[in-house]
C-alpha cells in the first residue's frame, strides 16, 4: 500500500489543480471504493496486491489534496486547527479498524483454528468502504476550493464562496472583500512572473520551502511513530507483557484522544514549537525505552523462547518493573506525537506555498512521507530481529536530528495568510526569529472599514456552486 500511497502523492496535482481540489478527493474516494472491493474479494496473492496498490493510490491522492482544500477554505485564525483535523480522523480510522480486526480475528474459530474461514480478513477490508461512500457524498455538499477557483479565474463563484465561508453569505462584508482582493493581488503577482509552475518549485526563493515541506513529512516517517503503530504487539511481547493487544489498543486510544489538545490549541502555540519540541521529546522517550531494554534486555535464547515470543529475538525476562517502564515511555512517546508532531507535519506543508505551486509541491511533500513509509516498511523488520534494542537509539537520533532542523529552518506561521507567506519566508530573518505578529488582512479589513480602500465585488455573481 505506501508504493500505492507515492504513486497516488505523485499524481494528485495534477487531479487537484486541472480538475479541483474538491473533484480530487472525489476521485480518491471512488478509487479507495475499488481497491476495497478487491481486496475483499481476493481470490490469490497477486489480486491483494492490485487490491493494495489500488487502495494505496486513493491514500496518496486523499492525503495530499485534502490539506490543501482544509487550508484554502479556512480563516486564518483557526487554520492549525481544521487541517488538524485530518490527523484526528486519521486516528480514529486506527482505533476503529484496529478493533473491527480485532473482532473479525474470533470467526470462524478464531485465529487459533486452522481451519479459520476468510472472513476474518473479508469483513475488514469490506468495512474500508464505508467512509469512502461518506466521503464521496458529502463532499458534493462542499464548495469548490475559493483559491482553486480564484486560479481559473471563475472570480464571481470564488468571491461568493468566500462570503459563505467568511462573511455569513455577505458578498460586501469587509472581511470578504479583504481577502479577494489579497487573493487577487496575489494571483497578479504570481502570474507577471512567466517561470513554469515546475520551474518554480527549484527557482532558490521556493527550493526551501520544498525542501522544508518534503522533510518536515520525512521526519514524520523517521521519528518512529508508524514503527510503534505497525510494530508495537512484537514490541510488547519483548518487554514481556501478558496481554500485548491490549496494551496496544491503549496506545491507539492515547494517539486518538490526545490529538484533540493539538486540534484546539496548534493555532495558540504555534506550529514551530510543536515540531521542534515534539521531536525532541520524541527522542528522550525512544532514548530511555532503549537504555531500558539495552541494559535489562536479553537475546531470546531456547531457554527463554516461548509461543507468545517465539518471532523476536531481544526480550525482558521475569523484570514487570521494566516491562511496565517501557510501555510508560511508549505511551509517553505516542501522547508527545499526538500533540506535536501529527497534527503540525500535516498543517505546515499546506500552508507555506503560493497558489502556483500549492499542489505540487504539497504532492512532493506527501510523497516523501509515503516513500519514506514505504522505506521503513522493508527496513523495520530486519532492524527488530538483528540490531531489536539498538533500533530504538537510531529512531532517537533520527528525532534529535529533526528538532535541530525544525529548528533552524521552520520560521512560525500562525496566524498569517496563505498570501503572506512570501513574506515570511523571504522576510531575511533566521527562522528562530519570527516576522512582526499581526496579519496584513487585517489592516486590508480595517482600512475597506474606514473607506480607505474601495473594493468591489465582482459583478452578476450567480449563486454558491458546489
Not at 505497525?230 to 489498543?249: C, E, N
Not at 527488530?384 to 537520533?397: D, E, G, S, V
Request: proline share 6%; aromatic share 10%.
Amino acid at each position: 500500500m505506501p508504493a500505492g500511497s507515492l504513486l497516488g502523492a505523485l499524481m494528485s496535482s495534477f487531479l487537484a489543480d486541472r480538475l479541483s481540489r474538491k473533484t480530487a478527493i472525489q476521485i480518491g474516494a471512488v478509487i479507495w471504493i475499488v481497491g476495497s472491493i478487491l481486496q475483499a474479494a481476493v481470490h490469490n496473492i497477486p489480486m491483494l496486491v492490485v487490491g493494495r496498490i489500488v487502495a494505496g493510490i486513493a491514500v496518496g491522492i486523499a492525503s495530499s489534496v485534502v490539506p490543501i482544500y482544509q487550508a484554502e477554505i479556512a480563516p486564518r485564525e483557526i487554520r492549525g486547527r481544521v487541517v488538524s483535523l485530518q490527523q484526528w480522523a486519521i486516528t480514529w480510522g486506527i482505533l476503529i479498524q484496529y478493533f473491527i480486526q480485532y473482532g473479525a480475528s474470533f470467526t470462524g474459530g478464531g485465529p487459533s483454528n486452522p481451519n479459520q474461514g476468510t472472513a476474518a480478513f473479508r469483513i475488514p477490508w469490506g468495512v474500508q468502504i464505508v467512509p469512502a461512500v461518506l466521503l464521496l457524498g458529502g463532499m458534493a455538499f462542499f464548495p469548490k476550493s475559493p483559491r482553486w477557483l480564484a486560479t481559473q479565474d471563475r472570480w464571481e463563484e470564488a468571491i461568493r464562496v468566500l462570503a459563505d465561508l467568511h462573511g455569513k453569505g455577505d458578498l460586501n462584508h469587509p472581511k470578504v472583500l479583504a481577502e479577494y482582493q489579497e487573493i487577487e493581488e496575489a494571483l497578479r503577482f504570481e502570474r507577471e512572473d512567466a517561470i513554469s509552475s515546475f520551474k518554480a518549485l527549484v527557482a532558490p526563493r521556493m527550493l526551501k520551502r520544498v525542501i522544508l515541506g518534503m522533510s518536515i513529512q520525512m521526519w514524520s516517517q523517521l521519528c518512529g511513530m508508524n514503527v510503534m503503530m505497525y510494530y508495537i504487539v512484537y514490541i510488547m511481547q519483548g518487554a514481556g507483557i501478558g496481554d500485548p493487544l491490549l496494551t496496544a489498543s491503549i496506545q491507539y486510544i492515547i494517539n486518538n484522544v490526545l490529538t484533540l489538545p493539538a486540534i484546539l490549541y496548534l493555532d495558540r502555540i504555534g506550529r514551530r514549537p510543536a515540531l521542534v519540541l515534539g521531536f525532541f521529546f520524541l527522542m528522550i522517550w525512544l532514548f530511555f525505552a532503549g537504555i531500558l531494554q539495552g541494559v535489562y534486555g536479553q537475546r531470546n535464547t531456547p531457554e527463554t523462547r516461548t509461543k507468545a515470543n517465539k518471532d523476536i529475538t531481544w526480550v525482558i525476562v521475569d523484570n514487570p518493573a521494566v516491562s511496565k517502564a517501557i510501555v510508560a515511555f511508549s505511551y509517553l512517546f505516542v501522547a508527545t506525537f499526538a500533540t506535536t508532531i501529527g497534527p503540525a507535519s500535516w498543517t505546515m506543508p499546506s500552508e507555506i506555498f503560493p497558489s502556483k505551486v500549492r499542489a505540487k509541491a504539497v504532492s512532493l511533500a506527501t510523497a516523501s512521507n509515503w516513500g519514506w513509509n514505504c522505506a521503513l516498511a522493508f527496513a523495520v523488520p530486519p532492524l527488530l530481529y538483528n540490531i531489536n534494542w539498538k533500533m530504538y537509539m537510531l529512531f532517537a537520533a533520527f528525532n534529535g536530528a529533526a528538532s535541530v532542523h525544525m529548528f533552524l529552518t521552520a520560521p512560525e506561521t500562525k496566524g498569517k495568510t496563505l498570501e503572506e507567506m512570501d513574506e515570511v519566508f523571504d522576510s531575511g530573518l533566521p527562522a528562530w526569529k519570527s516576522v512582526p505578529q499581526g496579519s496584513r488582512l487585517d489592516r486590508i479589513q480595517k482600512d475597506i472599514e474606514e473607506g480607505k480602500i474601495k473594493v468591489s465585488a465582482p459583478t452578476e455573481v450567480p449563486e454558491s456552486k458546489v
